[in-house]
């Protein structure tokens, strides 16, 4: 009997040893994942401007391709044969809808569509609806960096992707039936959309700011890092992030990163923090503007949507971003943003 009671602090010990061991062998779910299909590709295309890839086809596409409805959720919309492919899917007898920020109001586009009878709303918030997503058929959801505008997609460093996947596009069409149905928007907007997803065996998460609180999701993902985080980012004002990215440079890791040039004269701009901190940050090189807002860390995740690195977009805006824990997906990333890189370089040698 003795023996047993001499056992037992032995047995608890390896029960807490191998409870450690086994969470360490895995990326923790944040949430209970949401399974659709069986094993296989993940589904997903992934875009980038000035690639010839033409992401503005391929959206005009998309939305042509839509059978019942387009819902779109638009920051900045000025492209001619985007507004026309809503306006033709309204003429097919579909239901369509859009919800952009209010600066949009009395611009052009807005109201061809209004007088094509399509409904818009407006955030009529100071702070920005920020996204950039449209829904189809509650089937497919195409999301990313890039805004609806030639410049975004002829001149600025964006990214897009289409997700085909019911289960993540009805994620997005409850986002955006809160903005359009219910007019919530920023830190009014409900935390009711499901986070954890495995698409044909793949996982990725799924968040919208500020109510998922993103930047901790970020911030977790950084510190689990074991290799590498690269991040590209438009605007970076964020402290935590900051710091974790700060901190994964101490811990021994590759950190590379690429910053747009203008914004790191921006108040609370994270570049000069992360200089000193040794991170090799850039300023980038490409003379028009680096709008994404990425992050891959260890080759095989990648942070990406309209998600800026940046306070307003913690805090007041309306955003969304999907993390993709995939490697062929990082690999698409990893080549956008070597290029990025190599302009970065290219202009400090001029």
């Not at 219910?182 to 109510?211: I, M, Q």
């Not at 080759?299 to 062929?328: C, H, L, M, Q």
Request: aromatic content about 10%.
């Amino acid at each position: 009997m003795n023996r047993l009671k001499n056992l037992w602090p032995v047995l608890l010990l390896l029960v807490v040893v191998l409870y450690f061991a086994l969470k360490a062998c895995r990326r923790e779910s944040p949430a209970p994942v949401r399974e659709e299909g069986g094993a296989g590709n993940l589904p997903v295309e992934v875009f980038f401007t000035r690639s010839g890839e033409h992401p503005d086809r391929k959206l005009v596409s998309f939305i042509r391709s839509a059978k019942r409805y387009v819902h779109m959720a638009i920051f900045e919309l000025e492209l001619d044969g985007v507004v026309e492919a809503l306006i033709d899917a309204k003429r097919r007898g579909l239901d369509v809808a859009v919800v952009m920020d209010d600066r949009m109001k009395r611009k052009w586009a807005a109201k061809r569509l209004k007088e094509a009878g399509i409904p818009v709303v407006f955030d009529n918030r100071e702070p920005y609806m920020h996204n950039k997503f449209v829904v189809v058929d509650g089937k497919a959801v195409w999301s990313g960096s890039m805004n609806f505008k030639e410049s975004s997609v002829f001149r600025n460093d964006n990214n897009a992707f289409i997700i085909y996947s019911p289960a993540v596009a009805q994620n997005y069409e409850k986002e955006f039936q809160e903005m359009f149905r219910d007019r919530l928007f920023g830190p009014e907007s409900p935390r009711n959309t499901h986070c954890c997803f495995k698409v044909a065996g793949n996982y990725l998460e799924n968040y919208f700011a500020p109510e998922d609180s993103i930047a901790r999701r970020i911030v977790q993902l950084i510190r689990d890092a074991k290799r590498s985080v690269r991040f590209a980012a438009f605007s970076f004002t964020d402290d935590d992030i900051g710091k974790a990215i700060a901190d994964a440079h101490r811990r021994g890791l590759k950190v590379v990163g690429v910053i747009e040039a203008r914004s790191v004269r921006n108040k609370g701009s994270e570049y000069r923090r992360l200089r000193r901190a040794g991170v090799e940050v850039y300023k980038d090189g490409n003379p028009y503007i680096m709008h994404n807002k990425y992050i891959i860390i260890d080759d095989s995740i990648v942070i990406t949507g309209s998600y800026n690195f940046s306070t307003s977009a913690r805090k007041r805006n309306d955003e969304n971003v999907v993390i993709f824990f995939t490697p062929s997906i990082a690999e698409r990333y990893i080549d956008n943003f070597n290029r990025i890189l190599r302009e970065a370089l290219s202009k400090m040698k001029r």
